[in-house]
């Protein structure tokens, strides 16, 4: 009698339990995961739904756009194309444009455009890492004052220039990592990025001499950037950027700050 009990029981297990296991709603996300939910409604384009065992009554919510497709408890199936969505108005490329070098530089003398400064930057599609490169290209005349001509010291309590100057050409290619708010669309908001980049271009260098006479030569140079900015969003294709870059190598010789503006394509 014993053993026979024992196989009612094992019965029940077998019959009862997986129907209360698999007797939900599936959800398949577009990352790959699926979801086991119970769906309460669909509606303007969001799941409402509660998790199974859940008897507080709490209430999540899904976007249809991160999901592929579901499969109700009864066996009916929906198939989400994400027809409305128009990825083209997503931006996730910027040029800029930095008002400080390009047009905030009045000295040794007037210029419209001093140095141009100018960027690029593309977010990948986590919202989270962007790639960028930036060109600098100076004007102005190494005859134009000592103040523009680099003394070869690579420590900040040797020389430290609160600009890139004294360069002739400077190349910037590097990372972006945004910390905080992931989304692309960030009107009204602001949004901070820190990163670092490999400074290639070439400086105006000063060779102190005796006999013969000082001079000023062109030479190459790399070194290593960090920075730290924060873009704010005037709208969804215009910002306002504001950092500043420091130079790692060599150590705090160039710390630029940045004001400028980015447009989103």
């Given at each position: 009698?014993?053993?026979?009990?024992?196989?009612?029981?094992?019965?029940?297990?077998?019959?009862?339990?997986?129907?209360?296991?698999?007797?939900?709603d599936?959800?398949?996300k577009s990352?790959?995961?699926v979801l086991?939910?119970?769906?309460?409604?669909i509606?303007?384009?969001?799941?409402?739904y509660?998790?199974p065992?859940?008897?507080?009554?709490?209430?999540?919510?899904?976007?249809?756009?991160?999901i592929?497709?579901?499969k109700?408890?009864?066996?009916?199936s929906m198939?989400?194309?994400?027809?409305?969505?128009?990825?083209?108005?997503?931006?996730?490329?910027?040029?800029?444009?930095?008002?400080?070098?390009?047009?905030?530089?009045?000295?040794?003398?007037?210029?419209?455009?001093?140095?141009?400064?100018?960027?690029?930057?593309?977010?990948?599609?986590s919202?989270?890492?962007g790639?960028?490169?930036?060109?600098?290209?100076?004007?102005?005349?190494?005859?134009?004052?000592?103040?523009?001509?680099?003394?070869?010291?690579?420590?900040?309590?040797?020389e430290?220039?609160?600009?890139?100057?004294?360069?002739?050409?400077?190349?910037?290619?590097?990372?972006?990592?945004y910390?905080?708010?992931?989304?692309?669309i960030?009107?009204?908001?602001?949004r901070?990025?820190?990163g670092?980049?490999?400074?290639?271009?070439?400086?105006?260098?000063?060779?102190?001499?005796?006999?013969?006479?000082?001079?000023?030569?062109?030479?190459?140079m790399?070194?290593?950037?960090?920075?730290?900015?924060?873009?704010?969003?005037?709208?969804?294709?215009?910002?306002?950027?504001?950092?500043?870059?420091?130079?790692?190598?060599?150590?705090?010789?160039f710390c630029s700050p940045?004001?400028?503006?980015?447009?989103?394509?």
């Open positions: 009698m014993k053993y026979i009990q024992y196989l009612k029981i094992a019965i029940v297990i077998a019959v009862f339990i997986p129907e209360t296991s698999y007797c939900q599936l959800v398949y990352d790959g995961n086991n939910i119970n769906i309460i409604s509606k303007d384009g969001t799941i409402i509660n998790l065992g859940n008897t507080s009554g709490k209430r999540f919510y899904l976007s249809t756009t991160l592929d497709s579901l109700y408890r009864d066996g009916r198939v989400f194309t994400h027809e409305d969505l128009k990825p083209a108005m997503v931006r996730r490329n910027y040029i800029g444009i930095d008002l400080v070098e390009t047009f905030l530089k009045f000295y040794p003398d007037f210029h419209l455009v001093n140095n141009p400064h100018i960027s690029y930057e593309h977010i990948f599609k919202g989270k890492i790639f960028s490169v930036e060109f600098l290209l100076s004007l102005n005349s190494p005859k134009d004052g000592l103040w523009m001509k680099w003394g070869g010291n690579w420590t900040f309590w040797e430290m220039y609160l600009s890139y100057e004294p360069f002739k050409f400077l190349t910037k290619v590097g990372f972006n990592t910390p905080f708010n992931y989304s692309l960030r009107t009204g908001r602001v901070f990025c820190t670092g980049s490999l400074l290639l271009g070439s400086v105006y260098k000063y060779y102190y001499n005796y006999n013969p006479p000082d001079e000023v030569r062109e030479v190459f790399a070194g290593l950037v960090w920075n730290i900015d924060a873009k704010i969003y005037l709208s969804d294709a215009l910002q306002i950027k504001i950092g500043l870059d420091a130079s790692v190598i060599p150590l705090l010789v940045e004001l400028g503006i980015t447009l989103g394509f």
